[in-house]
């Protein structure tokens, strides 16, 4: 399977803890994003990256979210201190080039914060 | 006011039917624009691009108005498989630097048999 993949699939958390997630995106795809969707709701931006750069980061990203693509490759996700509002599907998508909008996402990771 | 704005639904419609969503944005400067479909408790999967000349791609033809800033797409002959959450999508223009896709909440399809 060649798609996006992200790992793990489900999470379930306690309140206050940290959690990180990880994504693998579609090899050579430069571009890589991070979407947060809650239900009933389309997904909404959080980040992304131009191989190692972060070139955009939304408001919804608190500072308990970090973000890394430390070789242009594989990006990670760090929640800090877990909320109840964090649980959600987060998302990965990945696009080549610089001048398409074109995205493929992931499956998801489903984050449950109890 | 929400960016992308989208009826709900469900749309509730009989196998064979043609059926038809609206989405608006409120952001003139908006460039590129296109319908996602998500299945339940799955990722999102582009469905088409959507140009001011309109496209059509077999049973599915999407159509962009500028001028009122709305979007659409038509399914004729639904069938069972077409089930599914229809998301628009709108984009920043190229120079903003911005890549982010800006989704709607979608509208829920529900085809019968």
């Known amino acids: 399977d060649t798609g996006v993949s992200q790992d793990p699939r489900h999470k379930i958390t306690k309140r206050g803890q940290n959690v990180t997630f990880r994504c693998d995106p579609i090899?050579?795809?430069?571009?890589l994003y991070w979407y947060r969707q809650t239900l009933g709701q389309g997904p909404e931006f959080l980040t992304y990256?131009?191989?190692?750069?972060?070139?955009?980061k939304s408001r919804l990203l608190s500072d308990r979210f970090s973000a890394e693509r430390p070789k242009g490759s594989f990006s990670t996700l760090e929640i800090q201190r877990t909320e109840q509002g964090d649980s959600a599907m987060y998302l990965c998508?990945?696009?080549?080039?610089?001048?398409?909008?074109?995205?493929?996402f992931g499956p998801g990771t489903r984050l449950t914060v109890t | 006011r929400k960016e992308v704005e989208q009826d709900p639904g469900p749309f509730n419609v009989p196998e064979g039917a043609t059926v038809a969503f609206n989405c608006t944005y409120s952001?003139?400067?908006?460039?590129?624009f296109f319908w996602y479909r998500q299945d339940c408790r799955k990722e999102p999967k582009l469905l088409m691009s959507v140009y001011s000349s309109g496209n059509e791609d077999g049973r599915f033809t999407a159509q962009l108005n500028r001028a009122s800033q709305y979007i659409s797409l038509l399914i004729r002959d639904s069938k069972l498989s077409d089930s599914a959450t229809y998301l628009c999508v709108v984009t920043q223009p190229m120079d903003t630097g911005r890549r982010a896709l800006t989704f709607g909440s979608g509208t829920r399809l529900q085809v019968q048999p």
């Open positions: 090899s050579e795809h430069n571009r």
């Open positions: 952001n003139s400067a908006s460039q590129s």
């Open positions: 998508a990945s696009s080549f080039g610089t001048d398409s909008y074109e995205q493929y």
């Open positions: 990256f131009q191989n190692e750069a972060q070139l955009e």
